[in-house]
């Protein structure tokens, strides 16, 4: 039978009742609790390290950078736009990034939205889209990891074939 008890804080125990007492026969036994061993050192948090940002493609030439301006201050200082805003400076460590762009393309063509780190594009992290009338929308979102194992840069390059009305975020 199962002899096994669970202690979830305080001196509260609760059971995992056991295959003697489904029977009827003794109840679990469980002793005294003995002393308290030492509290280690006093923990804290983990600061969140977050930030958003923002754009509007309609004034950005094909295959240029993105201006990502600040939507969300990152608290911690660890994910801060760039000066001239082309770029978002992070210091080392493990990204998620998450970015979308919605457009309406004055005449058939293609978008595409390529994602950098450190300088180098990550085309097959990038979305692109064709569309084969005029004034149609193209979109697309992307979701990916990556790690950072010293301080680096991301940015985000917009190409297109076409002029467009259209937001990223």
């Known amino acids: 039978f199962f002899k096994h008890a669970l202690k979830l804080g305080g001196n509260r125990r609760f059971l995992l009742r056991g295959e003697a007492e489904r029977k009827g026969g003794?109840?679990?036994?469980?002793?005294?609790?003995?002393?308290?061993g030492p509290t280690g050192p006093a923990g804290s948090p983990?600061?969140?390290?977050?930030?958003?940002?923002?754009?509007?493609?309609?004034?950005?030439?094909?295959?240029?950078?993105?201006?990502l301006y600040p939507l969300t201050a990152d608290p911690t200082g660890t994910i801060v736009p760039a000066a001239d805003y082309q770029s978002v400076l992070l210091k080392a460590g493990w990204y998620l990034a998450a970015f979308e762009i919605s457009a309406v393309l004055a005449q058939p063509g293609y978008l595409q939205l390529t994602p950098s780190v450190n300088g180098g594009a990550q085309v097959s992290l990038g979305i692109y889209f064709r569309t084969g009338t005029a004034d149609s929308t193209a979109n697309g979102s992307r979701v990916f990891t990556f790690y950072a194992p010293a301080d680096t840069?991301?940015?985000?390059?917009?190409n297109s074939s076409t002029a467009s009305s259209s937001a990223i975020s």
Do not use: C, K, M, N
């Open 26 to 36: 003794d109840a679990l036994h469980i002793g005294p609790q003995g002393v308290q």
């Open 46 to 67: 983990p600061e969140d390290v977050f930030a958003s940002f923002f754009s509007d493609v309609r004034s950005v030439p094909s295959g240029t950078p993105v201006p």
């Open 153 to 158: 840069s991301f940015s985000l390059t917009y």
